[in-house]
Structures are given as C-alpha cells and as structure tokens.
C-alpha cells in the first residue's frame, strides 16, 4: 500500500506546485524567502523536516540539536540582474541535549542608474537587506525537539543625498520529529512578527514612522526514502494578518552514488533546480562538503548556488 501511494503522492504535491503557486514576492523580506543552501536548492528548498548540515537553522531551528558535531557553512549565490546573495552560519552543540548557532543572510542589488529630477545620472546605487540569526534548540525527548530563531533585520534604502534605513526585528518557531528509520516530520512558523520600521521625517517634510510587515508561513513537512531516493516536501501557506497571500509546495530528491556523491533535483517556489554534491576530507574523514544548485528563474535567468560546510 505504501509502496502505491507514494509515487502518486509525490506526483501530486508536483502538480500543486504549479497550480497554486502564487505571487507574494513583492512583500518585504523577499530575500529570506528566496532559500539557501545549495543542497537544499538543488531539491526545491523543501527542508523543513530535513536536517541541513550547511545551515540547519533556516530551515527549522529545531533540526540543529540531530547535529551532533559543530558545523560551519558558507553559502553564495551567482545571480542575474545584478543581485546578490550570500549565507554564512555556525551551529554547535550545548551538552547534554540543546545547540545554538549565529548566521548572517546578505542580499541586495547593485548598480543602480541614480538619476536627478532632471534625469541626469548622478551615481551608480545599491540596496542591502541584512538578516542576523540567534538560534537555540532544545530536545524534549530524544526523538523530539523545539527550536527558535531570532532574527535582527536590517534594509538599506539608497538615495541620491542619503540613504535611509529600515530596522526591525522577527522571529521562527520550529518542532521536529525525528526517527531513526520512518520518515522525520516537522513544522515551522517563519517571520512571526518580522518587520521593518521606517523614519521618514528626514527626507520628506512630513514623513512620520512606518511599520513594513513581513508575510508569516506556516509549513509542515516530511523527508524519508522512497527505493534508492532520499525524498524531502513541505507544504504551507503564507499569511498576510488574516489575508492570504498564496499557498507553497517544495518537493526534491536526492541519489547517492558510493557514499560521497550525490545528484538531486527538485521544484519549489515556482522554480525548477538540479544539482549536485561532494563529500570531501579536509582535516578529519568526510569532514567538508562541496555542494553546487543550477535555479532555472523565469524570466529573470539561471542562478549558480555553491556551498562549502564543515563539520568539527
């Protein structure tokens, strides 16, 4: 029975994937919304019951304590239009059964055509949004655990005489099941409360103070193997206050080939993706991991993921 429903599941989630996919870009915090991770790219960035060595905490806070050792991850995205992306993050364990972990999310847009009133160019200008993570996770029982992100916020606003400056804070809130041999399962609550506070009296003559919400999702997810396919989905919806804004399903699949390699695949927020990963040694056996995500983005282009993790 298992071995029939399946397949027609994952078929399913695919298909929703294109038919209830809506646009929620435009709202702030676009960029925590945007992924990783290139490994969890690469499968559709459906991660939130998967335990992601290269950043556990974005996924679901309360996946970090299944870590047993100290990781470090570094994360780059080669984007088109001039737009960058970057992740960084370490995680480690807080005997006898909790772990922390600090990470840093950067994006922004660069060369910017500044113009005058009179539309001559003034300079080129660029635009940053800034995410600092403090994480902590908790086990409750070995098989279960909590965890909270909290995130400090952070968008500059370029200007041609000066730049102004959203700040604000936020928060996530993750429960994982974990099992040795089914499938784990896990929820997540992302950008509870998040939002940008804006001052605007110094540049418009009556600007006052301006409060930018962040959308909140709230997705449930599952990962567990399916033949020789490490198989991860989520589904979720995303919230406006009472209004929503559109639904999410992530679903990817990873091959592995002699233990140290690995092909994925996988579709998530309106996206398609491939990739693939190395296990490597640097100081200690399989201690490092070099993964790589090719993101189809219509119509803005190809993106190139790359990410280097290491355990210690």
Known sequence: MISYFRPHLIFFLFSLT????????????????????????????????????????????????????????????????????????????LPPSASVGLAWVSAGVDKIDGRSIAGEHTQYLSTSEDAFFISFAQKILPWFSVGLNIKILNHQLP????????????????????????????????????????????????????????????????????????????????????ELLGYTMRVGGEYSYLDNYYLRGGLGNGRMSVGAGLDWSLLKENDGRLDYAFVFENPAGAAHIFTYAFTF
């Open 159 to 242: 200007m041609n005489t000066m730049n102004i400056a959203g700040k604000g804070m936020g928060m996530d809130f993750g429960v994982f099941i974990h099992s040795e041999s089914g499938p784990n399962l896990a929820f997540m609550v992302q950008d509870l409360n998040s939002r940008y506070q804006w001052k605007t009296d110094k540049i418009f003559e009556r600007g006052k103070n301006y409060v930018e919400q962040f959308p909140t999702l709230y997705r449930a997810g599952s990962s567990f193997i399916y033949k020789s396919i490490y198989m991860t989905l989520d589904a979720g919806v995303v919230m406006n206050g009472n």
């Open 18 to 93: 294109i038919l209830f996919g809506r646009n929620y870009a435009s709202f702030a915090g676009g960029f925590l919304r945007m992924g990783s991770s290139a490994r969890s790219m690469a499968m559709g960035s459906g991660f939130t019951a998967e335990i992601d060595a290269s950043f556990a905490a974005y996924h679901n806070p309360a996946a970090m304590v299944f870590l047993n050792k100290r990781q470090l991850g570094f994360s780059h995205h080669f984007l088109p239009l001039d737009r960058r992306f970057m992740a960084a993050n370490l995680s480690a364990p």
